[in-house]
Structure formats: C-alpha cells, structure tokens
C-alpha cells in the first residue's frame, strides 16, 4: 500500500479518531490555528450510551477523565478528551502543527504545498497528498484569523446543515431541572451544562455560556454517531487517492 501524507486542519473529534486509524499506515500531519487544540469549545460532551466509548478508552481512561452519568446519557468536558486524544495521536506519531496558519496552497508535482506561518521550531511550509477539513462543527479561530486554502486543494468529511445550539455552564448546586427540551449534563468538576437550541437560555448563576454550530444530524455531537461518521470519512479519503 501507499504511504499516503494526510493534513488535517483544525482537528474535530471525528479528525482525531481518523488520525488514530490513519497513522497506522500513514503519515498524518494535524494544523490547529490555537495554541492549545481543544479550547474553546465547539463540540458537546455528551453521549447516550457508555457502549459509545468501546474500543476508543480504556475503563481506566474514562474514569481519568471523569465520563459521569447525566439524566439523558453521560457529560463529559469536551476539551478534557480531546486534549487526551491528541496526546494519543502524538504518541501513534502524528505531528500536530499548532498556533500555524495556512497561508497559501498550491498544486506541486501531484502534490498539494501548504505555505505556512509557524512558530520557529517548525516548517514553513510542507507537501501532503490530502488535506481534509471536517464541515460538521463551526470553529472560531483566534483574532479572527483563517487559512487560506484552494478549495480545489481540500477534501471536504461532515455535513454543512447546522444548527445552533446555546449553553450554559454553572455550579450543579444550582441546577434546578426545568423541562425536556434541555439537555443537562454533569462534569467531574463539580459543574453542569444545560444545552437546548432555544436561543433565551440564561442562568444568573452562569459561569460561561457558549453558542455553537453543530452539524443536526450528530444529534447534539453524540459519541456513537461521530464514530460512525468517521469511519464512513475515513473510507472516503482514502477511495479518493
């Protein structure tokens, strides 16, 4: 087989579950624009069944990372797990280019060349076969700055309906439970978030409050569906070499 170079831009959990399967046979180069992949969020932690997590954590990983149940499945902070999945990414030997920003792109003997800005431990620019950018979340990039990149030279995953979701992040003492059409989730750090896509969600007691844009059809960014997607990306980008 083919030793296929594969860039992923501002990495999605759906990102790193293909960088994990990828890295097996292929050299996978992540590129985030923040300085530490994960925050802020843009995706929910949330899943409806502890099933979701089989094969993808250890029991001993799911209880590092305080996966707790919840009234409609189990909470979990999402930037905990994605910073623990791109911990394992690095140690399957992806390289995770992170504060760096794609400036150019062009076609160069079959190739696609990055031009980049970097810090100064790393390249400024790189060649890969596929650069694969995942539709299905909306990410906000510090200061306002984005990548710029052929759209001919990308590999679109994930769906582009989304929809908007409003949360709200307070002390679970103060949680009272209201009606069913918000989704409450506990974390391990003694704080719960309530979700709903209605727009007046507030608490006096917010600590933070977020707006994101969410594929629908993840169903609130479930685990089992995101999984389900990544497989199905990951046969797509590599039928397209």
């Known amino acids: 087989m083919k030793i296929l170079h594969i860039t992923l831009i501002e990495p999605t959990i759906q990102h790193l579950l293909i960088a994990q399967k990828l890295s097996k046979e292929h050299q996978v180069i992540i590129i985030d624009t923040h300085a530490e992949i994960g ?3 843009f995706q929910i932690g949330w899943c409806k069944e502890a099933t979701s997590f089989k094969g993808l954590l250890t029991q001993q990983e799911i209880d590092f990372l305080q996966i707790l149940p919840s009234p409609e499945g189990y909470g979990f902070r999402i930037e905990w797990l994605i910073k623990h999945l791109v911990r394992k990414c690095v140690s399957l030997g992806v390289d995770v280019f992170s504060r760096s920003t794609i400036l150019h792109s062009k076609k160069n003997n079959g190739k696609v060349e990055l031009k980049l800005q970097s810090p100064n431990n790393l390249p400024g620019s790189i060649e ?9 979340v909306e990410r906000k990039s510090p200061g306002n700055i984005y990548h710029n990149i052929d759209k001919e030279h990308v590999k679109k995953i994930g769906r ?10 307070l002390p679970s003492k103060h949680l009272i439970e209201q ?7 506990h974390r391990g ?11 007046t969600l507030h608490s006096p007691y917010a600590m ?3 707006h994101l844009r969410i594929d629908e059809t993840l169903s609130n960014a479930q685990f089992e ?9 990951l046969s797509e980008i590599i039928e397209t070499t």
């Open 39 to 41: 925050t802020p969020s």
């Open 128 to 136: 890969t076969d596929i650069v694969v950018v995942d539709c299905s």
């Open 160 to 169: 582009t309906n989304l929809s908007s979701w409003y949360g709200v992040l």
């Open 179 to 185: 009606d069913d059409t918000r989704t409450i989730l």
């Open 189 to 199: 750090d003694g704080c719960s978030e309530i979700w709903t896509t209605d727009p």
């Open 208 to 210: 933070e409050q977020w």
């Open 225 to 233: 569906n995101i999984q389900h997607l990544a497989e199905k990306s």
